[in-house]
């Protein structure tokens, strides 16, 4: 089966710039993840969808950052205006149940300069 | 205090070692337990997960659980130089929505 794709694989913006990151997941996945890996850092949850719904975005900096996913496949995350601390990868996930586990894509490497 | 701790590393390991990461962590509710690999550069992939305390094993690895102490390890026998990567761990409750990760284990194995 195909991966999770992500695009682009790296973005260099100056601060105060605007981006976007697209993740298309498995075929047949419903649940879709976007996460922020910090270097050296874990990677942590900034929102779940589930098909096209929301399920947790608790951790989203919503004055900055914003999501969507029409149609309940792809998905894209955007950040206006980014800031110097958002540099990081930006892992989209999809899976099929939770208990399964997650199928992660390459990422997205963020530089904000 | 974070859910989850992990010894970050680096950890250098000669070929052929058997090779010990752990993690441990503190909401009591955890009860899925997942080991994922990631490679430079790559997203995570997953190795193993278990349910609730106990031993699973797949190969080379085998990772324990132990619920009482709030523990979690994963145990790579004769470790191979195609093996150097960073570990993460990840736990969730029964019914929570994400997976909280550790911040890695970085892991070379010298041939």
């Known amino acids: ?33 976007w996460y922020q890996q910090i270097l050296g850092q874990g990677p942590k949850l900034l929102i779940q969808f589930q098909n096209n719904g929301v399920v947790d975005d608790s951790q989203l900096p919503k004055d900055r950052f914003s999501a969507e996913r029409l149609k309940g496949v792809d998905s894209t995350l955007k950040i206006q205006p980014a800031k ?9 996930a999809s899976s099929l149940e939770r208990v399964s586990g997650y199928t992660f894509g ?8 | 205090q974070k859910e989850v701790e992990q010894d970050p590393g680096p950890l250098s390991v000669p ?19 997942m080991w994922y690999r990631q490679y430079s550069r ?43 990567a960073t570990y993460l761990c990840a736990m969730s409750t ?7 990760f550790g911040t890695g284990t970085s892991l070379t194995v010298i041939p």
């Open chain 1, 106 to 113: 390459s990422g997205t490497r963020l530089t904000v300069v």
């Open chain 2, 42 to 84: 790559k997203g995570p992939e997953l190795l193993m997960y278990t349910y609730s305390s106990g031993n699973k094993e797949d190969g080379r690895f085998t990772a324990q659980v132990d619920k009482s102490s709030k523990y979690i390890s994963l145990f790579i026998r004769d470790s191979q130089p195609s093996d150097s």
């Open chain 1, 84 to 92: 110097l601390e958002d540099s990081a990868v930006y892992l989209c």
């Open chain 1, 1 to 33: 089966e195909a991966g999770v794709a992500q695009s682009p694989r790296y973005k260099i913006i100056e601060k105060r710039q605007s981006v976007a990151f697209w993740c298309n997941p498995i075929s047949g996945h419903a649940t879709l993840y």
């Open chain 2, 15 to 33: 070929e052929g070692a058997i090779v010990s990461l752990n993690c441990t962590y503190s909401n009591s509710a955890f009860q899925y337990f």
């Open chain 2, 94 to 100: 029964n019914t929570g929505n994400q997976f909280y």
